[in-house]
């Protein structure tokens, strides 16, 4: 593979790999709110035990849930970069100019 093509694909992966980061950041805050709300309708839940406060922890820990497994989707998706990135530097370095 010409040099070129190599670090042209680098350099693409690298973009994408900070825009992962960068969404990943804003979703460890997003997740952080949303769990520590999950948390505080459960306490609610079953302080109340009240129907409504039931259905309320319902909704906020199935939105909580479905934000860890967009994180986890995230996490594994910047491993895969991580990788890839390393894998294309590692061909740059063996490679003849």
Known sequence: MQRFFVERRIRDVHDRLVRARQELAVLDEQYSVVSDA??????????????????????????ADAMAKARDALVVAVGDLEHRRDELLQHVGTEPR
């Open 38 to 63: 999950a948390e505080d309708a459960r306490l609610r839940s079953l302080v109340s035990e009240t129907p409504l406060a039931a259905h309320e922890y319902g909704e906020v820990k199935r939105h």
